[in-house]
Structure formats: C-alpha cells, structure tokens
C-alpha cells in the first residue's frame, strides 16, 4: 500500500512568512495528488489536486500555490502568509477511481 | 445544501455496543464511497472503500450504500474505547480527477 511522508508535522509562522510544505509518496506510480486544509468541525477542504507532473487544478481562490515537480512529490506555498491560513494541512495520494490515503498532516500556526 | 452530510455528534456509547454512523448526499454522480478514521492531530487513516450498493463487511466493521436513497452507513460491532475517533465519510465520481467530498465528520466516544 501507498505511504505518504509529511513534514514538519507543526510550523509556527509570522504573518507575511513564505511558506513550503512537502508531501511526497512511496509504494506507487503516477497517482493523484492532492492538498487538502482542515478546519475545526469544518470537515475537509480540496485546495488543490494533481494528475501528473506540473499539472495542477486549483479549488478555491487563495493565498497558496501547489507544484509537482516530480511523480510523487507535492509541494504547498504560500509567499506572505495571512492569518487565516493556520489549519491542518494534509496531502493525499490515490489512483483513479479508488481510495485515497492521507499522510499524518501539517499543523500550521500563522502569528 | 451541503452536497455531503453527517451529523457531527458527539456519539457517545458504552463498550460493545454497535455504532451505526451514518451520511447522506445529494450528488447522483458520486459513484465511490470511502470511511476515514480520524485520532487526533493525526491523518485519516482509511477504514472501507466501496463503489457498489449493498454491504462490505471487515473485521468489525461494515460499510453499506444505498444509492437510490443516496445513503451510506458504517457499523461498528463490539465497540472498543480503541474506536472513539472522528469518523469522517467521503465520495467521488468518476473521472475527473478522483476528488474527494468529505463529511464533517461524526465524533465518537466508546467508554468503559
């Protein structure tokens, strides 16, 4: 089965702070990749999914930009961060079709 | 209207009882059916995955879909305190990019 690598696992960042998340993937080839946020009782967020490399669709309007570089690694940025861009950021791995795997999430904090 | 809705509890219930989470959706397209666990400050971590209506069973668990009424439930045998978690439904259509539409979630407590 998939395995999908996070880190950090928590960031504490000041408002206009550049931000880099990485995800990156084991155990499969050319899957879709995905950026979701979640917030407190608010369930999960698409913020961005990936069908191949430096293919990316973006879901909502934002502050962040996502890049695939790679088959099986998925970056978020942000070049200013804004408050309200704290929240539990997860990357998720699947094949067309079939379940999705999550990794263990980044915990942000903007201050 | 959400396109996805749960009923985010707390659900709370001594050991060994049955659970019965349920969602229901609006989207006729959505064609893929998963169950997530999730602990706290933790990823979700994948319990059943179905595509048809009827039922799957898993150790413990049971997912069942009932696409006419647009119904998805998962039950829990034999609770164990090891289960309180949030448990998050989500589904997908075909094509498209296999996103997925999450439920906010069901919180669950299993106590001694």
């Known amino acids: 089965s998939q395995t999908i690598h996070q880190w950090p696992a928590t960031l504490v960042q000041p408002v206009g702070s550049p931000l880099s998340l990485e995800c990156t993937v084991e155990?499969?080839?050319?899957?879709?990749l995905y950026w979701y946020r979640q917030a407190a009782g608010r369930g999960l967020q698409l913020l961005f999914y990936?069908?191949?490399?430096?293919?990316i669709s973006s879901e909502v309007p934002q502050n962040l930009s996502a890049s695939r570089p790679q088959d099986r690694q998925f970056i978020l940025s942000s070049k200013k961060l804004l408050l309200s861009d704290s929240g539990f950021y997860l990357c998720?791995?699947?094949?067309?079709?079939?379940?999705?795997?999550f990794g263990q999430g980044t915990r942000l904090t903007v201050v | 209207q959400k396109e996805v809705e749960q009923d985010p509890g707390p659900l709370s219930v001594p050991e060994g009882a049955i659970v019965s989470l349920n969602c229901t959706y609006s989207?006729?397209?959505?064609?893929?059916f998963m169950w997530y666990r999730q602990y706290s400050r933790k990823g979700p971590e994948l319990l059943m995955y179905?595509?048809?209506?009827g039922n799957k069973e898993d150790g413990r668990f049971t997912a069942q879909v009932d696409k006419s009424s647009k119904y998805i439930s998962l039950f829990i045998r034999d609770s164990q305190p090891s289960d309180s978690a949030t448990y998050l439904c989500?589904?997908?259509?075909?094509?498209?990019?296999?996103?997925?539409?999450f439920g906010t979630g069901t919180q669950l407590k299993v106590e001694l």
């Open positions: 998720a791995s699947g094949q067309p079709n079939t379940e999705a795997f």
């Open positions: 155990g499969t080839s050319n899957p879709n």
């Open positions: 990936s069908v191949g490399i430096g293919q």
């Open positions: 989207n006729s397209a959505f064609q893929y």
């Open positions: 179905t595509y048809s209506s």
């Open positions: 989500a589904m997908s259509a075909a094509g498209g990019g296999n996103k997925l539409t």
